[in-house]
Nanobody
Framework: QVQLVESGGGLVQPGGSLRLSCTTS????????VGWYRQAPGKQRELVAA???????NYAQSVKDRFTISRDNTKNTVYLQMNNLKPEDTAVYYC?????????WGQGTQVTVSS
């Protein structure tokens, strides 16, 4: 049974920072593409950042220059460093791991940006 365990969410003031982590039990994790998605109340889930197994990275325009995705294949973990957080970043954040047609989701972690 594959598990993706997320951590690092919480309440932060505008302009603050958080670092999300997602640790998986997947074997050969380095072969997988990884990503972070978010879903705000009443909205569809959207891609925040993605990193391919070869290291190529994509960001949503709304988070460019503020968020950084990274991975540590020795720890089977993907990270999302979020800086200069804004109220509109408030959402449940999900990590995603994909290899071809095989994909897994984390349980989600709440990020709330509010003063």
């Amino acid at each position: 049974q594959v598990q993706l365990v997320e951590s690092g969410g919480g309440l932060v003031q505008p302009g603050g920072s958080l670092r999300l982590s997602c640790t998986t039990s997947i074997s050969r994790f380095s072969n997988y593409n990884v990503g972070w998605y978010r879903q705000a109340p009443g909205k569809q889930r959207e891609l925040v950042a993605a990193m391919g197994s070869g290291g190529n990275i994509n960001y949503a325009q709304s988070v460019k220059d503020r968020f950084t995705i990274s991975r540590d294949n020795t720890k089977n973990t993907v990270y999302l460093q979020m800086n200069n957080l804004k109220p509109e970043d408030t959402a449940v954040y999900y990590c995603n791991v994909v290899l071809g047609l095989i994909y897994y989701w984390g349980q989600g972690t709440q990020v709330t940006v509010s003063s």
